[in-house]
């Protein structure tokens, strides 16, 4: 979907700036057939048809049923404008951007007509209250921002506190996408917490919490597509850098969001209908986690009715279908691949480990053989000598050393002449 600004009637705006130049091209064109005749409005296809004549070649590089939303009011397009070809297929169709602040907000039914601007949690819904199972349509996702998650959902014994959502790391500027179609209900600053956040309540009964904002680039009460940018993300507010705050509620009641989105795949836990358990709920004031499932309890997926498509929409259902099959199939390779190499990796690192213990331990064990070696030639070596004292004779040596005399004057070539001294260092063994 291309969008287009234009002022009401056939006066295009002189600011192009965004635009492609066949987008450019287009509005000039629109501007020459219609925008001579003060009187005409061009919201009709005859004349549309009568002005136009042959439209330029840039046409046919556009896919049939093509929409330019343009910027102006809702009650000044009397009709949208509807461009054809020649052979009158319809290659534009031109619709004003939602302006006007609904009668009836999304999901209002589930919240009982209650729409406030000033607080996330309004409503005052105890979990007994809601009905045991609660079916969510969850078609027409968009992830909120790609990222890893720094922080997950649960109690925080280290603050003594729930953290009521998803933490995921971005960098400040980043933008930040609404999860589903839905309805701006708050933008607020909460200093002490969520900093810039906004609030969105979607036609599938969720609403979705985005905290930690730098800007806030919608307004209260505005609608908001699955995957439109709603602000840019930031550190505002009680945070440690730059992140994503996402919550996700149900009539005020949080939810882990990570059993609804996979944040590392960057999609759907489970497609289509879910049913949420009293279980899932964090009931206000809990102290303790509630059991987290690793997968909802029912998933129920949405098909489109075939019987009403032409053969081109139906080939495309199926081409899309066996797409999205076959890139789950891929990435469940990607993931098995990945494990199965990471648990290589563990065991050469065990194997590695293994080795490196065997190897220190051989050379602390020969280390230690050859210390003891040493000990023993270094006593085997004192051994052999002995340090002569106060009142010993030749003989009294001899004699503590069981050797003769004549032997111990042999190993140390002495004669009969020979006195010993006091502190002489003499051989008593070969």
């Given at each position: 979907m291309a969008f287009l600004p234009m002022l009401a009637g056939a006066q295009m705006i002189a600011d192009t700036a965004g635009l492609t130049p066949e987008e450019v091209a287009i509005g000039m064109y629109i501007e020459a057939e219609v925008g001579d005749d003060e009187d005409f409005e061009p919201y009709d296809i005859a004349d549309i048809d009568e002005q136009g004549g042959v439209l330029p070649l840039l046409f046919q590089g556009y896919q049939v049923g093509d929409t330019l939303v343009v910027d102006i009011p809702k009650d000044k397009l009397q009709e949208r404008i509807i461009i054809r070809t020649p052979d009158g297929v319809v290659v534009y169709r031109l619709q004003p951007e939602p302006r006007n602040k609904p009668k009836v907000h999304p999901a209002d039914s589930i919240y009982q007509g209650v729409w406030t601007n000033y607080r996330v949690n309004p409503y005052g819904v105890e979990i007994a209250s809601l009905p045991d199972t609660v079916r969510v349509d969850l078609t027409g996702f968009s992830l909120p921002h790609k990222g890893r998650v720094t922080s997950h959902f649960g109690w925080r014994p280290r603050f003594g506190r729930w953290h009521y959502g998803t933490d995921v790391g971005l960098?400040?500027?980043?933008?930040?996408?609404?999860?589903?179609?839905?309805?701006?209900?708050?933008?607020g600053y909460d200093a002490g917490g969520y900093g810039y956040y906004v609030v969105v309540r979607h036609d599938n009964g969720f609403e979705t919490v985005y905290g930690h904002l730098s800007k806030i680039l919608v307004e209260e009460d505005q609608g908001v597509e699955a995957g439109e940018v709603i602000g840019r993300g930031g550190s505002t507010g009680h945070s440690t850098g730059p992140h994503l705050h996402f919550e996700?509620?149900?009539?005020?009641?949080?939810?882990?969001?990570?059993?609804?989105?996979?944040?590392?795949?960057?999609?759907?836990?489970?497609?289509?209908?879910?049913?949420?358990?009293?279980?899932?709920?964090?009931?206000?004031g809990q102290k303790k986690p509630a059991p987290v499932q690793t997968k909802l309890p029912e998933v129920q997926e949405i098909l489109p009715d075939t019987t009403v498509m032409t053969p081109e929409e139906l080939e495309a259902f199926h081409q899309e279908r066996q797409a999205k099959a076959e890139q789950r199939a891929r990435e469940e390779a990607e993931r098995a691949e990945k494990a199965r190499q990471a648990e290589i990796a563990r065991q050469q690192a065990a194997e590695r480990a293994k080795k490196l213990a065997?190897?220190?331990?051989?050379?602390?064990?020969?280390?230690?053989?050859?210390?003891?070696?040493?000990?023993?030639?270094?006593?085997?070596?004192?051994?052999?000598?002995?340090?002569?004292?106060?009142?010993?004779?030749?003989?009294?040596?001899?004699?503590?050393?069981?050797?003769?005399?004549?032997?111990?004057?042999?190993?140390?070539?002495?004669?009969?002449?020979?006195?010993?001294h006091p502190g002489q260092k003499i051989r008593v063994k070969k």
């Amino acid at each position: 979907m291309a969008f287009l600004p234009m002022l009401a009637g056939a006066q295009m705006i002189a600011d192009t700036a965004g635009l492609t130049p066949e987008e450019v091209a287009i509005g000039m064109y629109i501007e020459a057939e219609v925008g001579d005749d003060e009187d005409f409005e061009p919201y009709d296809i005859a004349d549309i048809d009568e002005q136009g004549g042959v439209l330029p070649l840039l046409f046919q590089g556009y896919q049939v049923g093509d929409t330019l939303v343009v910027d102006i009011p809702k009650d000044k397009l009397q009709e949208r404008i509807i461009i054809r070809t020649p052979d009158g297929v319809v290659v534009y169709r031109l619709q004003p951007e939602p302006r006007n602040k609904p009668k009836v907000h999304p999901a209002d039914s589930i919240y009982q007509g209650v729409w406030t601007n000033y607080r996330v949690n309004p409503y005052g819904v105890e979990i007994a209250s809601l009905p045991d199972t609660v079916r969510v349509d969850l078609t027409g996702f968009s992830l909120p921002h790609k990222g890893r998650v720094t922080s997950h959902f649960g109690w925080r014994p280290r603050f003594g506190r729930w953290h009521y959502g998803t933490d995921v790391g971005l960098r400040t500027g980043d933008n930040v996408l609404s999860a589903w179609r839905g309805q701006v209900r708050v933008c607020g600053y909460d200093a002490g917490g969520y900093g810039y956040y906004v609030v969105v309540r979607h036609d599938n009964g969720f609403e979705t919490v985005y905290g930690h904002l730098s800007k806030i680039l919608v307004e209260e009460d505005q609608g908001v597509e699955a995957g439109e940018v709603i602000g840019r993300g930031g550190s505002t507010g009680h945070s440690t850098g730059p992140h994503l705050h996402f919550e996700i509620r149900y009539r005020g009641i949080t939810i882990n969001p990570e059993l609804i989105i996979n944040f590392d795949r960057g999609d759907l836990q489970n497609e289509g209908i879910v049913l949420l358990t009293h279980n899932m709920f964090t009931a206000k004031g809990q102290k303790k986690p509630a059991p987290v499932q690793t997968k909802l309890p029912e998933v129920q997926e949405i098909l489109p009715d075939t019987t009403v498509m032409t053969p081109e929409e139906l080939e495309a259902f199926h081409q899309e279908r066996q797409a999205k099959a076959e890139q789950r199939a891929r990435e469940e390779a990607e993931r098995a691949e990945k494990a199965r190499q990471a648990e290589i990796a563990r065991q050469q690192a065990a194997e590695r480990a293994k080795k490196l213990a065997a190897e220190k331990a051989r050379k602390e064990a020969e280390a230690k053989k050859k210390a003891e070696e040493e000990r023993k030639r270094k006593a085997a070596e004192a051994a052999k000598w002995y340090v002569v004292r106060e009142g010993d004779s030749f003989w009294s040596i001899a004699n503590k050393k069981g050797i003769s005399v004549a032997e111990l004057k042999k190993l140390n070539r002495f004669n009969d002449k020979t006195v010993l001294h006091p502190g002489q260092k003499i051989r008593v063994k070969k």
